[in-house]
């Protein structure tokens, strides 16, 4: 993931750096250059338009041109505002102090759900809590089956119901979680191939019967622009707190990870870069700003 962009940034700052001293029109052509990056990498128009017209508003200050080392500040205005459009500060994922705590998991689907609901309980159970995962998608062929298996091969309980009513599943789950002493109970709920509004209503319902503590929308980063469209309904009709992108070990532009937090202003808090149970990270977004422009 943001292999292209990243050599494409990387080339704009050693044409940059061959220069010496730096000139408006040096900056305005570099910032040309990141515009299409960008735009090619499929980062959102919008997005592109006004991270470029920050950085170069912050570039073309004289005390950056006429500074000793003009180019390598250019690069650390880029990495920085980078940075704060991947969020800025780090957005850990914080337990309420209501036991069971409920995180609802919402998403497209092939999103990557149900993985992450599993790697989500494998983080958890590592951390000393003792999860539950509540098997609400009951549309998928085989996601409860798919889910139990997961939850068989990290130790965590699955709770599965009667398999046919989202919303009896997943009060079923916080009944069973506190009858078992398990102190989160993770629900896995539906995802369709597209926003539609049967799967809103659905969440809708068990966000009214559950009260979750948080929300979290799965992301592919695979998405590229129209993952905009699908945050942008999810925030309106259920709203979530945070987002998991997941398959950043995939090869796609990365665009829909790099435009998310800008369009929804919701923080990512984790990314999963494998299908592995123990293959998701807290996200930080200075590290992978730094990582992207090498
Ligand atoms: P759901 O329909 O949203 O529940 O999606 P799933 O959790 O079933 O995931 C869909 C597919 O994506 C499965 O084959 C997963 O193994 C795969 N997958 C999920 N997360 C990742 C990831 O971070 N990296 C990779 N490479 N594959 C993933």
């Known amino acids: 993931m943001f292999d292209n962009l990243s050599d494409r940034l990387q080339g704009i700052f050693s044409g940059l750096r061959g220069k010496g001293r730096l000139t408006e029109d040096d900056i305005n052509s570099a910032m040309r250059e990141v515009r299409m990056a960008m735009l090619e990498a499929d980062v959102n128009f919008k997005v592109v338009k006004q991270f470029v017209a920050r950085t170069k508003e912050r570039c073309l200050d004289a005390e950056v041109l006429d500074s000793l080392s003009p180019t390598q500040n250019v690069i650390k205005i880029v990495t920085d505002e980078l940075t704060e459009l991947l969020g800025r500060t780090d957005s850990k994922l914080v337990l309420s102090s209501r036991i069971p705590n409920v995180i609802m998991l919402v998403g497209l689907q092939g999103s990557g759900k149900t993985t992450a609901a599993a790697k989500l309980a494998y983080r958890l159970k590592a951390e000393g809590h003792s999860p539950l995962l509540a098997a609400c998608d009951v549309y998928r062929p085989a996601a409860a089956d798919q889910l139990e298996t997961l939850g068989n091969e990290i130790g965590v ?9 989202p919303v009896a599943i997943a009060e079923g789950g916080i009944k069973d979680a506190i009858a078992n ?10 995802g369709r191939l597209h926003v539609d509004e049967q799967m809103m209503e659905e969440a809708q319902a068990i966000k009214r019967a559950v009260k979750p503590d948080q929300i979290l929308m799965v992301v592919d980063a695979m998405t590229g622009q129209d993952v905009v469209n699908v945050a942008a309904a999810f925030a309106e009709r ?4 945070g987002v998991i992108m997941s398959k950043m070990d995939g090869d796609a532009r990365g665009g829909g990870a790099l435009s998310i937090r800008e369009v929804t202003g919701k923080p990512i808090k984790f990314i999963s870069a494998g299908e592995k149970p123990d293959s998701l990270e807290e996200f930080h977004p200075d590290r992978m700003a730094r990582r992207i422009l090498g």
């Open 238 to 241: 259920v709203d979530f707190d």
């Open 181 to 190: 002493l398990r102190d989160v109970v993770i629900v896995d709920t539906a």
């Open 157 to 165: 309980r699955v709770f599965r119901g009667d398999g046919k009513d």
